[in-house]
């Protein structure tokens, strides 16, 4: 494709970006079909701050409209544009191409450890149907006519629960995992950090329900503690010190240790 100096418009943010005349090209290869399919490659023009959800929205919009892709805020905040770039889960919003790009030739697919419904976007189904097997809502024992709950900022179940509660269900922690490649069933990083969240919550009555979940045969002592979740986490969540803390308090409940 040859382009001449033009400019285009991004119709998500309304900016008008310019395109040099003669831009050098990226080499992109794109996976196209479900399950079953194969890599295409496009040439896009590159650009200063290039994110990968860039890239890919230029195809879109230039090349191929029929390609199949996820995203909402663009600014790190949805968690639904993860994919797997160059062989890595990762959030392709705040994704630079100049921070992956490897060898001229980069790599865009869906996220590892999920269906694929098309090209780059996956059924998130599985993910939150783990969500909840995990009992990861919160449930409380006061009505609205209670006054409400008080809990200390410096207590250090409240400081405990802070370390994984920015979590923005982007999925990147579970295509990671090796275990949930393995094993379907393991309820994941995700859920799994959800759910500590809510053990060490002074207001959430912790249930059976949710103890079966985490504590069960998909619960968290599937984890072999690999840590590929924390290294991934888009966030700088850390889910495996999520997970070792239901490891600490089952053992502790069972009076098999110190629990947290
Ligand atoms: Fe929302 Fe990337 S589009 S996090």
């Given at each position: 494709?040859?382009?001449?100096?033009?400019?285009?418009?991004d119709?998500t943010?309304?900016?008008?970006?310019?395109?040099?005349?003669?831009?050098?090209?990226?080499?992109?290869?794109?996976?196209?079909?479900?399950q079953?399919g194969?890599?295409?490659?496009?040439?896009?023009?590159?650009?200063?701050?290039?994110?990968?959800?860039?890239?890919?929205?230029?195809?879109?919009?230039?090349?191929?409209?029929?390609?199949s892709?996820?995203f909402?805020?663009?600014?790190?905040?949805?968690?639904?544009?993860?994919?797997?770039?160059?062989?890595?889960?990762?959030?392709?919003?705040?994704?630079?191409?100049?921070?992956?790009?490897?060898e001229?030739?980069?790599e865009?697919?869906?996220?590892?450890?999920?269906?694929?419904i098309?090209?780059?976007?996956?059924d998130?189904?599985?993910?939150?149907?783990?969500w909840?097997d995990a009992?990861?809502?919160?449930?409380?024992?006061?009505t609205?006519?209670?006054?409400p709950?008080?809990?200390?900022?410096?207590s250090?179940?409240?400081?405990?629960?802070?370390?994984?509660?920015?979590?923005?269900?982007?999925?990147?922690c579970?295509?990671?995992?090796?275990?949930?490649r393995?094993?379907?069933?393991?309820?994941?990083?995700?859920?799994?950090?959800?759910?500590?969240?809510?053990?060490?919550?002074?207001?959430?009555?912790s249930?059976?329900?949710?103890h079966?979940?985490i504590?069960?045969?998909?619960?968290?002592?599937?984890?072999?503690?690999?840590?590929n979740?924390?290294?991934?986490?888009?966030?700088?969540?850390?889910?495996?010190?999520?997970?070792?803390?239901?490891?600490?308090?089952?053992?502790?409940?069972?009076?098999?240790?110190?629990?947290?």
């Amino acid at each position: 494709m040859k382009l001449g100096r033009q400019e285009v418009q991004d119709q998500t943010n309304c900016e008008l970006a310019e395109v040099p005349e003669n831009p050098e090209m990226l080499d992109v290869r794109v996976w196209r079909g479900t399950q079953q399919g194969e890599w295409q490659h496009f040439s896009v023009p590159k650009r200063d701050n290039q994110t990968i959800l860039d890239v890919v929205t230029w195809i879109q919009r230039h090349i191929d409209p029929g390609l199949s892709y996820r995203f909402a805020c663009r600014v790190g905040m949805c968690g639904s544009c993860a994919m797997t770039v160059t062989g890595r889960p990762r959030w392709t919003c705040r994704t630079h191409v100049a921070q992956v790009l490897s060898e001229g030739v980069l790599e865009i697919g869906p996220l590892r450890n999920l269906p694929v419904i098309k090209d780059l976007a996956v059924d998130m189904a599985p993910f939150f149907e783990k969500w909840r097997d995990a009992g990861g809502h919160f449930e409380g024992a006061k009505t609205r006519h209670d006054p409400p709950a008080q809990v200390s900022p410096n207590s250090a179940n409240r400081e405990e629960a802070d370390l994984g509660i920015e979590c923005i269900n982007c999925g990147v922690c579970n295509a990671a995992c090796e275990v949930v490649r393995w094993n379907g069933r393991y309820l994941g990083p995700a859920a799994l950090n959800r759910a500590w969240t809510l053990e060490v919550d002074e207001r959430d009555q912790s249930t059976e329900t949710r103890h079966q979940g985490i504590w069960g045969e998909a619960g968290a002592f599937n984890c072999h503690s690999h840590g590929n979740c924390t290294v991934h986490c888009p966030v700088g969540l850390d889910p495996a010190r999520s997970i070792a803390g239901l490891k600490r308090r089952a053992l502790g409940r069972s009076g098999k240790g110190g629990g947290t």
